[in-house]
């Protein structure tokens, strides 16, 4: 079954290093997105992505964050300064298009995370 | 802001119980609502989508209902087994974005 997947597993930094993280969708999905979960608290929201721009980000989303679909497979999430406070499991996500329908009215399937540590 | 409920936070059931866990939003203009499974320290797996046309979904044992002008969901798990202990995460749809609750936590004991 097909399935987005996500490297690395888990990334170490030091405060102000740049990080990337790396997910390969799910292979005929055109929408992408990032979400973080720090540690005990709610899965958020940080962007969607769609015909090559971002299409909806969150107030988290600001300038130190950057996203990217480099070739027709990765989609990356790029933080340019690391902070402690970015320390979280970043997930990506993909969907679908129903024919003839909307994006937001499909079903998100999620990869297995990065855990990020910033120390 | 729309904002996401689930309620208990925490749940503890014999094995073959069946159970409901409950999701609450407050805007209900939303298009659907999906709701996870988060096993500790991974990612998350869709268990169902429900269309905001739709009033339930159902997938094997679990059945999810949908009520929009009250702004709740629930998740019955029917006959819960040991390999149904995780957290269980719902979230609303009003655009791109999944706003997720925090989660409730099963644990079902043999």
């Known amino acids: 079954e097909p399935e987005v997947t996500q490297t690395p597993s888990h990334q170490v930094t030091q405060m102000g290093q740049e990080v990337i993280l790396r997910c390969v969708p799910i292979s005929n999905h055109l929408y992408f997105y990032w979400y973080r979960q720090i540690l005990g608290q709610k899965v958020e929201f940080l962007v969607s992505?769609?015909?090559?721009?971002?299409?909806?980000k969150s107030e988290i989303f600001d300038d130190q964050f950057s996203v990217e679909r480099p070739d027709g497979s990765n989609f990356t999430l790029k933080i340019r300064s690391t902070k402690l406070e970015d320390s979280a499991m970043y997930f990506c996500?993909?969907?679908?298009?129903?024919?003839?329908?909307?994006?937001?009215?499909?079903?998100?399937?999620f990869g297995p995370g990065t855990r990020l540590t910033v120390l | 802001k729309q904002e996401v409920t689930q309620i208990p936070a925490a749940l503890s059931v014999p094995e073959g119980e069946n159970l409901v866990l409950n999701c609450s939003f407050t805007?209900?203009?939303?298009?659907?609502l999906q709701w996870f499974r988060q096993d500790p320290g991974k990612g998350l797996t869709s268990l169902l989508l429900?269309?905001?046309?739709?009033r339930e979904q159902t997938s094997g044992r679990l059945n999810a209902s949908l009520d929009k002008s009250s702004g709740r969901s629930t998740l019955y798990i029917a006959a819960s087994q040991p390999g149904d202990s995780a957290t269980y995460l719902c979230?609303?749809?009003?655009?791109?974005?999944?706003?997720f609750g925090k989660g409730t936590k099963l644990t079902v004991n043999p």
């Open positions: 429900i269309q905001s046309s739709q």
């Open positions: 805007d209900s203009a939303i298009y659907n």
């Open positions: 979230a609303a749809r009003r655009s791109e974005k999944l706003v």
């Open positions: 996500a993909s969907s679908d298009r129903l024919a003839g329908g909307r994006s937001s009215y499909n079903e998100q399937f």
């Open positions: 992505f769609y015909n090559n721009e971002i299409s909806e």
